[in-house]
């Protein structure tokens, strides 16, 4: 019995009530485990930070029970996504963290931003009401932008801000210290996203002509 009441408080001490993640203390605990982990195995972590849109309108508006609700599904939604490699965390008010272990790659990292925006699709149903939310993300990559979970943090904040100064819905790496191609390809790959969901490629068809009969036998498709 005297077990069980300690596992309790165990849980307690490294759980939010609200939302049942990971909380800020716990987290950040678990991060500078990890960052050590993965110094000896020559990994790269990803620390993810992820801020709700016009989450303070909405609970302005309709009242922070409303806003406790929103948050508790998000909660629900993100940590379906947990497993040995992906810890979620709840930063308070309507932040919260995710880190990524043994990332061998920046592409598992874009991956699971897309597994996170996709947290988002769906509609949230509160009092018999649908709400679309929508989420902006900072990302920070140990070991090339930060060498400590404090520092990683920091960097996520501060790519989170720069996400939302670019309009939300979005998602920003830390650059500084990350290779130039790679940043690069990262633009691109937030770039293609961003025209797709607006619709901005155009598609033409360039006639291939078959020099013997004159005739245009195939197309080549432009995008």
Same mark, same amino acid.
């Given at each position: @019995?005297?077990?069980?009441?300690?596992?309790?408080?165990?849980?307690?001490? &490294? $759980?939010?009530?609200?939302?049942?993640?990971?909380?800020?203390?716990?987290?950040?605990?678990?991060?500078?485990? $990890?960052?050590?982990?993965?110094?000896?195995?020559?990994?790269?972590? #990803?620390?993810?930070?992820?801020?709700?849109?016009?989450?303070?309108?909405?609970?302005?508006?309709? #009242?922070?029970?409303?806003?406790?609700?929103?948050?508790?599904?998000?909660?629900?939604?993100?940590?379906?996504? &947990?497993? @040995?490699?992906?810890?979620?965390? !709840?930063?308070?008010?309507?932040?919260?963290?995710?880190?990524?272990?043994?990332?061998?790659?920046?592409?598992?990292?874009?991956?699971?931003?897309?597994?996170?925006?996709?947290?988002?699709?769906?509609?949230?149903?509160?009092?018999?009401?649908?709400?679309?939310?929508?989420? $902006?993300?900072?990302?920070?990559?140990?070991?090339? +932008?930060?060498?400590?979970?404090?520092?990683?943090?920091?960097?996520?904040?501060?790519?989170?801000?720069?996400?939302?100064?670019?309009?939300?819905? $979005? !998602?920003?790496? !830390?650059? @500084?210290?990350?290779? @130039?191609?790679?940043?690069?390809?990262?633009?691109?790959?937030?770039?293609? &996203?961003?025209?797709?969901?607006?619709?901005?490629?155009?598609? !033409?068809?360039?006639?291939?002509?078959?020099?013997?009969? +004159?005739?245009?036998? +195939?197309?080549?498709?432009?995008?």
């Amino acid at each position: @019995e005297g077990l069980a009441v300690q596992q309790d408080l165990a849980r307690l001490e &490294s $759980t939010d009530i609200l939302t049942g993640l990971a909380n800020r203390r716990f987290f950040m605990e678990d991060l500078q485990h $990890t960052l050590l982990q993965a110094d000896r195995q020559m990994r790269q972590v #990803g620390l993810i930070m992820i801020d709700l849109d016009r989450f303070q309108m909405l609970n302005d508006s309709l #009242g922070h029970q409303f806003g406790d609700e929103l948050l508790i599904m998000v909660a629900e939604r993100l940590n379906q996504l &947990s497993d @040995e490699r992906v810890m979620v965390g !709840y930063a308070g008010g309507d932040e919260f963290m995710i880190c990524q272990q043994h990332v061998e790659n920046i592409d598992d990292v874009i991956h699971l931003l897309g597994q996170l925006k996709g947290c988002f699709t769906r509609p949230f149903e509160i009092e018999n009401e649908k709400h679309h939310v929508t989420a $902006t993300m900072g990302v920070a990559v140990y070991p090339q +932008s930060g060498m400590d979970a404090d520092i990683l943090l920091r960097n996520a904040d501060i790519a989170l801000y720069r996400a939302k100064e670019q309009g939300r819905n $979005t !998602y920003q790496f !830390y650059t @500084e210290g990350m290779q @130039e191609r790679e940043v690069r390809r990262l633009e691109l790959d937030t770039d293609l &996203s961003e025209a797709l969901a607006r619709n901005q490629f155009e598609l !033409y068809f360039q006639p291939q002509l078959d020099l013997v009969t +004159s005739r245009a036998d +195939s197309v080549e498709a432009l995008i």
